[in-house]
């Protein structure tokens, strides 16, 4: 199906992840988006009021694209709460590389760009309520290390699987990501349960 056939929406939605993807760092105007999807700035408006809205939807339509659902299913059937958050860490792995170009787009825009941050909030706060249930799951069984509420542990957590985070240790050092997951894994089992990684 050309693009041309897709619905307007998805069309929309497909040429903001076009254009975030691409030029990493710049600002997406709505006249840039709405050319790029073949649609009037009219129609683009009807769809979405504003580029905060936009750049939201674009977000979570990269996660329907990408099965993100799927991949944390898996999360939630572990057996134990060890499994789970060694589970979490590997989904989110997995999906950081996908979405990196709009991610790290918005992490820069979101300095200047009103839009850019709030879509960049309402993602981080998606992917901190993850690693909040991998610490509830912990703290049910009382794994977590004494020294931590599951606050203290869900703000580590969340700050270890920063897309920044991945960024400096796969691109600017090299490392490959089954490296990554490895030494995440161990790093966050180290710091926040009683078990040994």
Not at 66 to 71: L, N, R
Not at 95 to 110: C, E, Q, R, S, Y
Not at 123 to 137: F, K, L, S, V, W
């Amino acid at each position: 199906m050309s693009s041309q056939n897709l619905p307007t929406r998805t069309r929309i939605l497909k040429a903001t992840w076009e254009l975030l993807d691409s030029n990493p760092g710049v600002a997406a105007r709505m006249s840039d988006i709405a050319k790029k999807a073949g649609v009037s700035r009219q129609a683009l408006y009807l769809h979405f009021p504003n580029r905060t809205e936009l750049f939201i939807a674009t977000t979570k339509y990269q996660d329907e694209v990408f099965g993100i659902q799927d991949g944390l299913a898996e999360t939630r059937s572990a057996k134990s709460g060890t499994d789970r958050l060694r589970r979490y860490i590997e989904a989110w792995a997995n999906h950081i590389p996908k979405i990196f170009g709009v991610a790290k787009t918005l992490m820069v825009m979101k300095e200047t760009d009103a839009d850019a941050a709030t879509a960049w909030a309402d993602r981080m706060q998606d992917m901190r309520e993850g690693c909040a249930a991998a610490i509830t799951a912990l703290d049910a069984e009382d794994l977590l290390k004494p020294e931590l509420d599951p606050d203290s542990a869900t703000d580590i957590l969340w700050t270890l699987l920063s897309i920044s985070n991945w960024e400096q240790l796969t691109v600017t050092c090299g490392w490959p990501q089954p490296r990554y997951i490895e030494r995440i894994s161990a790093i966050a089992i180290q710091s926040l349960t009683l078990n040994e990684a």
